[in-house]
């Protein structure tokens, strides 16, 4: 959506959004996996309950950089979050392998 105006569609972006939030089901069934099966109702709380507070900040912090910036502005920020976010995984250390 940031970059609609330079002819990129709508409807690759919100594919693209799409993708992201049909991960989550498989992040809720991977997590736990990682924790040993005596803890795996603490890691699925804990997982949702981040997940809520990222959900409840979100909102009101794209809220505050739209009228502060300009709605494409959100974008950006979404758009620079999912990177860091994915150089966080990239350079996740794995005890597992």
């Not at 089901?25 to 996996?33: F, I, L, N």
């Amino acid at each position: 959506m940031y970059i609609q105006h330079l002819g990129a569609s709508a409807s690759t972006v919100a594919f693209v959004t799409g993708l992201g939030c049909a991960r989550l089901p498989c992040s809720r069934v991977e997590a736990p996996k990682r924790v040993l099966p005596a803890n795996r109702g603490s890691a699925m709380g804990a997982f949702v309950a981040f997940l809520d507070i990222a959900y409840g900040i979100s909102g009101p912090a794209a809220g505050i950089i739209a009228g502060q910036f300009c709605f494409a502005a959100v974008y950006l920020l979404v758009a620079a979050c999912a990177l860091l976010g994915g150089a966080l995984v990239a350079t996740a250390h794995n005890p597992q392998s």
